[in-house]
């Protein structure tokens, strides 16, 4: 039975025992017409009990068995009191809590216990920030887990929804997923959601239906947990510069609403409470010492194991990756980022022309481009106007025959075959560095326009 669900049987129960001892009150002061309306309600709460036990544990349980008998007892209590007879109350009380309690350590001791647990990713290509929680939860006796991805919108530029997106249909076929529209979570209530979109209506560039911001998810649960996205570089201690950097990061709904944040390392951790105790008060430093956890990020363990072999590498990939006397060139991933857009806008541009335009001098040398996810979506809210130069530049890129676009859901495959980093100072960057190959960051001041 889901943990939930035994929490509600003995909840109901607790009141049931109540309820007697209220009963008692009511007939000392002889007020039998209200006593018998309470047994009555504890026999419908019984009743309700026996029906959750059933729908989960099928018929024939001991618990329902002795809920069975306590409604005999609480009839036969019921019709002695409507004929006006009132003695014996006392003793008949301590052989209807026997009976109670009973069903109560019935339920504690010998109903397994079971756990929902919910993965709400709105972008396939982030499902690696939950994927290593899910297989773990998928081999854990008594668990269930069930991946439900959300839609979500990208925005206008004044910030209204624009188009919306749903990629339930992008997970690969050993992940079974379900449709938000087939699950209330609010009726469901799983014993935890796991989360990594923070930002609610933070977001500037899209924002995930409203229907799962976090600060209603923390309703529908006990156990909201937000795991970040994104990797960052490890804080030096003392660096002010970094941690103010990553307060816009930090200080999000999701880190706010959630009942656990799990973090990339306890350095992280530290990083993550001094920022919430100051955007906070002081007092509340040993709450976020609680409730942040720095015990690691999946995407951090799933890059250190990954091999070039474990894919089904392209054939378009491999016609540029292997010259015809079966050659191997090296293979650069270039890594651009939403952060460069929005610093540098129509210079993001120049400096990606200029890289491609130096990589194509080289035989020896493959390009593989892998854009941010939300790049077009990024340059089309901040400068509609650069949104076509953008797309232009990206269909030239494409059809020139001479360099690998990566557009794919799955970061990891590009990560496995290149020989080193180049790009973007972004999460992409700092996980790729778990590799142990080389990385390269680019200056977008730096171009040979």
């Known amino acids: ?219 529908y649960t006990d156990d909201l947990v937000y795991i970040p996205y994104f990797v960052l570089e490890e804080p030096e201690l003392g660096d002010s510069s970094a941690v103010e950097t990553m307060e816009y990061l930090v200080t999000v709904p999701g880190v706010i609403n959630a009942h656990r944040v799990i973090v990339q390392s306890e350095a992280m951790k530290e990083v993550y409470v001094d920022i919430m105790t100051r955007y906070t008060r002081p007092d509340m430093r040993p709450y976020w010492e609680k409730k942040i956890e720095g015990t690691g990020s999946p995407k951090i363990e799933k890059v250190k194991t990954i091999r070039r072999e474990d894919f089904d590498i392209p054939s378009e990939w491999k016609d540029l990756i292997f010259k015809r006397d079966g050659e191997i060139r090296k293979v650069v991933l270039y890594n651009t980022s939403v952060s460069g857009v929005m610093h540098y806008r129509e210079k993001v541009i120049e400096k990606i022309k200029s890289v491609i335009r130096e990589f194509r001098r080289h035989d020896d040398v493959v390009l593989l481009w892998r854009p941010h996810p939300l790049m077009e979506a990024t340059v089309r809210s901040i400068d509609p106007e650069l949104e076509k130069e953008y797309h232009d530049l990206v269909n030239a890129y494409r059809d020139g025959g001479f360099g690998i676009y990566d557009d794919s859901p799955d970061m990891y495959m590009a990560i496995a075959v290149s020989d080193a980093y180049y790009g973007d100072s972004s999460s992409v960057m700092t996980l790729y560095r778990y590799t142990g190959k080389p990385v390269m960051v680019q200056n977008y001041l730096l171009c040979s326009c």
């Open 1 to 219: 039975m889901r943990l939930f669900k035994k929490k509600q049987c003995i909840d109901i129960l607790d009141t049931v025992l109540s309820a007697h001892n209220e009963a008692g009150s009511f007939l000392e002061k002889g007020r039998v017409q209200e006593t018998s309306d309470l047994l009555e309600q504890c026999q419908q709460s019984a009743m309700a009990v026996g029906s959750l036990i059933e729908g989960s544990e099928g018929e024939g349980t001991e618990a329902v068995r002795i809920l069975e008998e306590y409604c005999e007892k609480l009839y036969i209590m019921y019709a002695d009191l409507t004929e006006g007879k009132t003695e014996g109350w006392h003793a008949v009380k301590k052989g209807l809590d026997r009976l109670i309690l009973k069903v109560i350590s019935e339920i504690r001791g010998r109903i397994k216990d079971e756990r929902m647990v919910v993965f709400l990713p709105y972008k396939i290509s982030m499902w690696d920030s939950l994927e290593g929680i899910w297989k773990k939860c998928c081999s854990e006796d008594g668990c269930i887990p069930v991946v439900m991805p959300i839609p979500y919108y990208d925005k206008n530029a004044d910030g209204t929804p624009g188009e919306k997106h749903y990629e339930i249909d992008m997970f690969p076929g050993e992940v079974p997923v379900v449709s938000c529209e087939d699950m209330d979570l609010e009726t469901e209530h799983p014993e935890s959601i796991y989360i990594h979109n923070p930002y609610d209506m933070a977001n500037h560039v899209t924002s995930v239906d409203p229907r799962f911001y976090s600060s209603r998810l923390k309703n």
